[in-house]
């Protein structure tokens, strides 16, 4: 599978501070590609610097088979590249077209690419009813779409996003994950994003995790939750029944809090012989999965989470 | 379409579209008029009539002598609230948004020195218009041809001066917030250094001196001469000592230590002031983008 980013041993220092140290990575041609990480992990920088916005101190980056680093090999990785930012970066007085058009025109499109890029973009995220609204009076939403569309407007190759769907409402936050996933299938453009949103990171095909600096984990959302999470049982009993004494008996790892007994399973499956020997005890029962949030509290266990 | 061509455009675009923002870029001027309406014309024609009788021409001459003061400043408030744009940019991250296209950052950093030219000369030519009519409905006559093209490249040469001047003051800053500062610092202190709410004879000679060594304010010199010389001609008829006395205290031309300033030596020292601003900013530029 072609690699479209290859990153080795790249770091970036802030006079002593290390920001990030050294970290290692692959993304595949068309994948989707998630950083997780807590604030000040070195997301931020990692994709700052793979954006030519920030000069790394150490280490190759080779993006489309470019090396990062020279001047002309910049240029050639920042056509090659859409960012969308975590803020706005659109010009509220403007309208979305004008706004739009005008970032285009900087990647030196001839009028007739750029014309075809706007319907383009406009297939993708449906910018007819707001195209001639003033940037400054959408809602969150719509000022996502354009956001993302000034992001696509030159046909990159590889899209970053920062926090794509921070602070948006749910609605919103699915209309901008079917757009992301349509351009991903329908155009094979790669994703790399960065999110907070742990069931967003869960439908990617690769996750990396981040912790001070270091990548600290990487897999599919399938083998992290393999390796860091357990599916449980939550039972409360009935009255007047001792909970603690019947699961001591019957050999389980648990925890109780306010009645409600948190049991440790193999698998949701093997839940269901332990509800079979209790069930003339309980009074109601929960199963629950491991979830990516579990897999991100886990790395992170001594690191708050914001 | 040219990708500088269409940066400026663009900065143009958010800088005409933020009505608050024109209004403040010409806040001072209006505020000198009011000052002008309200005592600095009467104090004026009292202080000339000590000097030489009261005659029609003399109202003229005052109005023409603020309107000098005016166009000067009026460079100076324009071409810094367009700087303000890039400070903008730079804070709310739609710079690290042009610099993820394939354009030097230099090219950028330049179309928004080009946009302020652009707003200081149109602004200044709208300022210059309004000034016409205004000396006219006053009782002044139009003026000529050739006083209009040297006006025009007395405007060219004021708005060159102040956005490299304000460019260099702009790269001493990298938030909206300290950016507001300066700009009322700017607008308050501008109207001081060229002599326009007091007239240059009224503050201590070491004042006189910091103006007379501040390179903008020989902008205002050129504009009195340039729009003051006919009427001063006829409201000092027959009294050169007079003349000379005022064109002195009100900052028509500069005296140093007795050796009068010609209008060729203020272009001169307003060309030398542009060249060491624009090589300071430059200088200031690659430090801050090392």
Redesign the interface.
């Known amino acids: 599978m072609e690699l479209v980013i290859d990153v080795k041993n790249l770091s970036k220092k802030y006079g002593s501070h290390e920001a990030v140290k050294g970290i290692s990575f692959e993304v595949k041609k068309g994948a989707l590609f998630a950083f997780l990480g807590t604030n000040g992990a070195g997301k931020s920088t990692s994709i700052e610097m793979l954006?030519?916005?920030l000069e790394k101190t150490s280490g190759d980056v080779k993006i489309n088979g470019v090396s990062l680093g020279s001047?002309t090999n910049n240029?050639?990785i920042?056509?090659a590249?859409?960012?969308v930012?975590q803020?706005?970066?659109l010009?509220t007085?403007?309208t979305v077209e004008?706004n739009i058009l005008?970032?285009g025109?900087?990647?030196?499109l001839t009028?007739k690419e750029l014309q075809e890029n706007w319907e383009f973009v406009n297939r993708y995220l449906h910018l007819k009813d707001i195209a001639k609204k003033k940037y400054g009076t959408l809602s969150g939403g719509q000022k996502r779409r354009a956001d993302i569309a000034?992001a696509i407007i030159?046909k990159p190759t590889i899209l970053f996003l920062d926090e794509p769907t921070t602070g948006l409402d749910p609605q919103t936050r699915v209309f901008v994950w079917d757009a992301i996933k349509k351009l991903q299938e329908e155009t094979n453009m790669t994703i790399f994003l960065t999110t907070h949103y742990m069931e967003e990171a869960a439908v990617a095909d690769e996750i990396v995790v981040m912790k001070e600096g270091k990548i600290v984990s990487k897999g599919t959302p399938h083998t992290l939750k393999e390796q860091y999470t357990y599916d449980e049982l939550f039972v409360f009993f009935n009255n007047g029944v001792d909970g603690t004494s019947l699961l001591t008996q019957h050999d389980l790892n648990f925890a109780e809090k306010n009645g409600e007994y948190r049991v440790r399973v193999q698998s949701t499956i093997h839940a269901l012989d332990i509800l079979k020997e209790l069930q003339n005890f309980i009074s109601s029962f929960e199963v629950k999965k491991g979830s990516m949030d579990d897999v991100f509290i886990r790395i992170n266990e001594e690191v708050p989470l914001t | 379409m040219n990708t500088m061509l269409n940066l400026v455009n663009r900065h143009n675009k958010v800088f005409r579209r933020d009505r608050m923002l024109v209004f403040f870029s010409i806040l001072s001027v209006i505020i000198v008029i009011m000052l002008y309406a309200i005592f600095i014309q009467k104090t004026q024609v009292d202080a000339i009539e000590q000097l030489v009788p009261a005659s029609d021409q003399l109202k003229t001459m005052v109005n023409e002598w603020m309107v000098a003061g005016l166009l000067s400043i009026i460079a100076v408030t324009t071409t810094l609230a367009a700087l303000g744009i890039y400070i903008k940019d730079l804070e709310t991250k739609v710079m690290a948004d042009f610099l993820t296209t394939p354009n030097a950052r230099a090219k950028i950093q330049l179309s928004y020195v080009i946009n302020s030219l652009l707003i200081g000369f149109v602004l200044s030519l709208i300022g210059l218009i309004a000034c016409q009519l205004f000396i006219v409905f006053m009782g002044g006559s139009w003026f000529s041809l050739e006083k209009i093209a040297q006006l025009i490249g007395i405007i060219a040469l004021a708005v060159t001066l102040s956005s490299v001047f304000n460019l260099f003051l702009t790269l001493l800053v990298s938030t909206q917030n300290a950016f507001s500062t300066l700009n009322t610092v700017v607008g308050t202190a501008i109207g001081f250094l060229c002599g326009v709410y007091v007239p240059l004879g009224a503050v201590p000679e070491f004042v006189q001196k910091i103006i007379m060594l501040f390179p903008i304010s020989h902008t205002t010199v050129l504009f009195r001469e340039a729009l003051m010389r006919d009427s001063l001609d006829k409201v000092f008829e027959g009294a050169p000592e007079a003349a000379n006395t005022y064109e002195i205290q009100f900052g028509v031309h500069y005296e140093w230590n007795d050796v009068i300033f010609s209008q060729l030596d203020s272009v001169i020292y307003i060309v030398a002031a542009i060249i060491v601003f624009t090589l300071i900013s430059l200088w200031l530029y690659g430090k801050k983008n090392k």
């Open positions: 954006c030519t916005l001047r240029y050639l920042r056509k590249i859409g960012v930012f803020q706005s970066i010009d007085r403007l004008e005008h970032r025109n900087i990647y030196k009028k000034r030159h």
